[in-house]
């Protein structure tokens, strides 16, 4: 039966403790954020950050000369980053705070569109046709949502296979008419990173034989605020530091632990940004500058950015990604010790992505409405084109205690039970 129409908007009003009420009563039907498994956004911030939160919440970033500090703390957050990614003059970084990382991808790719339709590579490369960007199928859907928005084709390069980067038919599909190749440091689908340094030594190569200045961005959404806090030797070179990175997106509201939503757009350095997108404008007091979308957005979140840096520090970030990646490693070994997993990510990031082995396809649905029962959500998916078997996926984020994990794994292994009593291995540890 179709649910009858109810206005929120009553004639008179409520007393606000009523009101409160009345919706932390609505809400409690939702799921709890700390047992989202498949989230990559942060559910948790310091209690002195969330009173910062509050007591800026009402100041409005587009007012730049009304909250001058604010706008000073924002340029510094901008020259950090830049420096986190190696960019080549940090102290004149360009970049800037977005909505979140959607709005971010949106900005560059419109810029890249217009560098292209400019000319402004190289003299030889002028428009001839209708533009492009190319992207393996792991990349997220955004990438497609916002080309269909601003005329841009796509090519899509499909994996033939897990974790196996097509290099080869991404290259294929570059001409003269692509803007960009989009580099994802994180599938959302397994958490899987682009060869970047590899696409970036290739392109430069097809870029030397043909005339052509054809750039990358990075889309860091997932990856960008784990990878510079990484110590590992081996972890992969992917930003700034390779010379056909021209831009990178990155999630503040994801591993830069600050609530959603909460984006940042990184550019190699001001000469990505076409004349025309940077506008100045006369509005209350003085001139504003921006190149975003959004005008009116709270500053509450860049000041929470500005908090956690100031907090963490380096040493503070990469034990919290320490901390998660070992968290991760020990989740990955117990689903592996089930003996009903097949693990689907490599761990550069702690994202962990696995399927069933057989016996038991095609159960996903059952399996994650018993975890579901326990108040843990799981997603499952279809993975990209190119690689036939459903996914689940668990984020491992900076809240997750070793306890809850070991609690997580127990309700695992007891849903696989139910399901087949015979196939799950996994004792609970002690």
Known sequence: MEEAFVSCLSEYGMAPAKAYQQITEELAGDGNPYQDLGSFTAVRMQPEANRLICDTLGKNLANQNEYGETTSIHKKLVATIADLLHAPDPAHAAGTSTSGSSEACAIAMLMHKWLWQAGTTTESRKPRGIPNIVLGTNAHLVWRKFALYLGVEVREAPFDGINNYPLGAMLSLIDENTICVVAVMGSTFSGFCDPVKEINGALMEMNARNGWNVGIHVDGAIGGFILPFVTNSRKPVWDFALPLVRSINLSGHKFGLVYPGLGWLMLRDQTMIPEHMNMTASYLTGNTQSYAISFSRSSSLVIAQYFNFLH?????????????????????????????????????????AFSFTSGLEGREADFTSALRSKGWMLPFYQMPAGIECKAMRIVIREDMSRERLEALLTDIAEAVASLSPQTCLYRQAG
């Open 312 to 352: 963490y520090g380096r040493a503070g970030y990469g034990a919290v990604i320490e901390k998660c990646l070992k968290n991760a490693r020990h989740v990955a070994s117990g689903l592996e010790a089930m003996g009903c997993f097949e693990l689907i990510s490599d761990l550069t990031l702690p994202v962990i």
